[in-house]
């Protein structure tokens, strides 16, 4: 009977898979040799950086899935950012402290609206860390399997570290001092640092747009900050050199966006959003709980208890249920105009004309719509509202207020 393959040569199999991947993502080519006797070379194909390296053993995967992104969407640095993530190893005391912040927070927001103690329940132990491109990433990386066998074994890790560091304006010390991770600080800042060498050594240069380069620089400046000796023993390895102590001058950790001479940085873009999305499904769940007063406390102009509970009764007439789930929370149902036209206030069911909209929607103002899922998951209302960028900054916090809420494609 024929012998297994020692298991020596397991390496060897999954470098060979690993090329033949590269090969049918048109990454590398192999171009054989003039000389006989001799073995061919593999050359790039795709425009890629000069120290590419394949970081983790899904950085090819990272590299097809990129392809998936809008380059137009506000977002796409974040999504680029979120992709890398994904296929690094999760910082678990992180991921469970971030699960725990959200959690906490949303008890406490339930309890206060009075949600009875087994809704409070069901609806935590649906909460987990944040999981962002879940939905896109999941099924490409199931589509991905199919033809890679050699990843059979692997596992995509949706995560938001990085990401959430920017949406929070974080350095690395306020990080661990939000989530109480004093304990394991070598954990972070190892991940960080793998995070910082996936997105130099892997993303194209037809991916580094200014947004993008600007946070690698700033995480690898973050890093450096804290323990610049892990950038130089990385560097010293890639040169095939001894590490050496950096003798640089040290430098304050700073938040992304933050200038070195600001005590307190402004609400970046991405950060902004991201409160946006949070005020959004905060009326979804208050909806979903019929909360009624406290939708009325919210203090949306033009929308009092009386307008409040119309809207609900008008829902609730054409759906069950609304979901508040995690595919509920999912930002893809959450769509933001920068600069809304005239075309853009009407699909989202605004009156621009209304006396008590008019005077709202001037200004630095943005426009933000929020699909509402039945319990059936399909997205049949939306919740419209105005972001007042100005006073948002003013205030360092979203100031949302709220338009409309009507089924989806009415108007």
């Known amino acids: 009977m024929r012998s297994a393959p020692p298991a020596k040569h397991a390496p060897l199999r999954?470098?060979?898979?690993?090329?033949?991947?590269?090969?049918?993502?048109?990454?590398?080519?192999?171009?054989?040799?003039?000389?006989?006797?001799?073995?061919?070379?593999?050359?790039?194909?795709?425009?890629?950086?000069?120290?590419f390296a394949l970081n983790q053993p899904l950085s090819p995967f990272a590299l097809a899935a990129l392809d998936l992104l809008d380059p137009g969407s506000p977002t796409y640095p974040l999504d680029v950012i979120s992709i890398i993530e994904a296929t690094l190893?999760?910082?678990?005391?992180?991921?469970?402290?971030?699960?725990?912040?959200?959690?906490?927070?949303a008890y406490q927001r339930l309890r206060a609206e009075g949600v009875p103690y087994d809704e409070r329940k069901d609806a935590l132990d649906e909460i987990t860390w944040p999981r962002p491109l879940a939905e896109l990433l999941e099924p490409a990386f199931a589509t991905y399997r199919t033809s890679n066998p050699w990843i059979a074994g692997l596992e995509l890790a949706p995560k938001s570290v990085v990401r959430a560091m920017i949406e929070n304006a974080d350095t690395f010390s306020s990080l661990v001092s939000r989530l109480d991770l004093a304990h394991c600080e070598g954990v972070i800042l190892r991940y960080l640092t793998d995070a910082y060498r996936a997105l130099r050594q892997v993303l194209p240069p037809s991916v580094k747009t200014d947004e993008v380069t600007a946070i690698v620089t700033w995480l690898g400046d973050l890093v450096r900050a804290v323990d610049s000796s892990l950038l130089d023993e990385w560097a010293a390895l890639a040169e095939g050199?001894?590490?050496?102590?950096?003798?640089?001058?040290?430098?304050?950790?700073?938040?992304?966006?933050?200038?070195?001479?600001?005590?307190?940085?402004?609400?970046?873009?991405?950060?902004?959003?991201?409160?946006?999305r949070t005020e959004l499904f905060r009326r979804v769940e208050l909806l979903a709980t019929d909360r009624i007063d406290a939708l009325a406390d919210l203090g949306d102009?033009?929308?009092?208890?009386?307008?409040?509970?119309?809207?609900?009764?008008?829902?609730?007439?054409?759906?069950?249920?609304i979901a508040i789930?995690?595919?509920?929370?999912?930002p893809a149902l959450v769509t933001i105009i920068a600069s809304p036209e005239a075309a853009d206030w009407d699909e989202a069911g605004v009156d621009v004309t209304d006396p008590s909209v008019g005077d709202l929607v001037t200004g630095d103002v943005w426009l933000a719509r929020q699909q509402i899922l039945d319990s059936e998951g399909e997205a049949v209302w939306q919740l419209s509202a105005l972001v007042d960028v100005a006073a948002s900054q003013r205030a360092s916090h979203a100031?949302?207020?709220?338009?409309a809420l009507a089924p989806v494609g009415m108007f």
Not at 399 to 403: A, K, Q
């Open 325 to 330: 789930d995690q595919a509920a929370r999912s």
């Open 89 to 105: 190893d999760d910082p678990m005391p992180l991921l469970l402290a971030q699960r725990k912040e959200l959690r906490d927070a």
């Open 399 to 403: 100031i949302v207020h709220t338009l």
């Open 301 to 321: 102009p033009g929308w009092d208890a009386a307008a409040w509970d119309e809207a609900a009764d008008d829902l609730y007439a054409d759906i069950d249920d």
């Open 241 to 276: 050199k001894r590490a050496q102590t950096s003798d640089d001058v040290a430098v304050a950790e700073r938040a992304f966006g933050q200038d070195s001479d600001q005590e307190t940085p402004a609400l970046t873009t991405y950060q902004l959003s991201a409160q946006v």
């Open 14 to 51: 999954q470098l060979a898979d690993i090329v033949t991947s590269l090969r049918t993502a048109d990454v590398v080519r192999y171009v054989p040799s003039r000389r006989a006797g001799s073995t061919g070379r593999l050359e790039l194909v795709a425009d890629l950086p000069e120290d």
